[in-house]
Structures are given as C-alpha cells and as structure tokens.
C-alpha cells in the first residue's frame, strides 16, 4: 500500500496547485494528510464531497477508510466510493477497485472484474500519462497489477474479463470535461 499512498500524496499535491479555495474542505483535508491526521483527513475530504469539492477526494477518502487510517476500517464503503471515482474516471480510483475485487475486501473477490478494472485504469492512465506523473505512475501500477492477474485467470475469466474492460473502458477511460459559466 505504500505505493498507493505515494499516488494519493502526489494527487494531493497536483490538486492543491490547481485548487482555488485556499482553505476549502479538500484542501484542510490535505493539510491533515500531511501532518499524518487522518481522522481531520476523513472529516475534511467528507465535508469536501458534500460541498460538491474535487473529485478526488472520493478517492482520498475511500485509501483512508480501506486502510483503516484516521479510524475504523471501512472496506466497503471504500469500494462504494472507489466505484462513484471510478465511474467519474479517476484512474486511481479504477486501479483500487480492481485490488479490491482481487482480493476480496470490501467486495466479493472477482477475478475477471480485477482484470477488467485494471484495464480500465491503464486506458484512462494513459491518457494523460506523458504530461502527468502521477498518472504515469498508476499507468505503470496498473500495467503490473494486470501482468501479474494475468497467468492466474481462467480462459472463461480472461474472456469476461476483457468483455467487462471493453464496457468499461468505454463508459469510464474519458473524464467529462465541464465547462464553468
């Protein structure tokens, strides 16, 4: 998870330089992070998202409460969040959610939607990978995580597999792009 928490600070950090609410939800929720108070963490990004505040913090918050930080493990409703980011096509997001179907916390384990899901995460990576280092980064997870399932997957598992990442990859590799009035 360390690698995890590594994308998480990155995005925080990019986020940050782009954020216009110098003390909005999310960025207090940053500030938390970084002085390792998770629990200020959880209740910032909590209070960011019902402000309507940056994406990411669906996928902030989901890392903490999957790994228990900052108070109680919550690995299902992490997945529920990771599936409202991944939907929102926040490579991250994807990548964590194909780790929780892999292994089976906070969701039935579900070897084809892994792989279908690490797909997912790869396209929607790559597209922005060349310009942004934290995407190149989940673009380089991704891909291992992928390499790795791989050998272990049935062919029927393969084959649903690859049918889920062509759905997915279809609804969720391109972020939509809202234009502000």
């Known amino acids: 998870m360390?690698?995890?928490?590594?994308?998480?600070l990155l995005a925080i950090t990019?986020?940050?330089?782009?954020a216009s609410a110098e003390e909005s939800a999310y960025n207090q929720g940053v500030a938390a992070w970084r002085a390792k108070d998770y629990a200020e963490a959880r209740k910032q990004w909590e209070q960011s998202l019902a402000d309507g505040g940056p994406d990411?913090?669906?996928n902030n918050l989901a890392f903490l409460l999957y790994a228990g930080l900052g108070g109680p493990a919550q690995p299902a409703k992490a997945v529920e969040l990771w599936r409202k980011g991944a939907a929102l096509a926040i490579s991250e997001a994807q990548l964590?959610?194909?780790q929780a179907y892999e292994g089976g916390r906070g969701v039935a384990a579900n070897a084809a939607q892994a792989y279908a899901w690490y797909q997912c995460a790869i396209a929607t990576a790559a597209r922005n990978s060349?310009?942004?280092?934290?995407?190149d980064d989940i673009l380089k997870d991704a891909n291992k995580a992928l390499a790795e399932l791989a050998p272990r997957l049935s062919a029927?598992?393969?084959?649903a597999g690859d049918a889920m990442a062509k759905e997915l990859i279809s609804k969720y590799a391109t972020r939509l792009k809202v234009e502000q009035p």
């Open 14 to 18: 990019l986020a940050t330089s782009v």
């Open 56 to 58: 990411e913090a669906l």
């Open 130 to 135: 060349a310009t942004d280092p934290v995407e």
């Open 2 to 8: 360390n690698r995890l928490a590594i994308h998480i």
């Open 96 to 98: 964590h959610l194909g």
């Open 156 to 159: 029927s598992d393969r084959s």
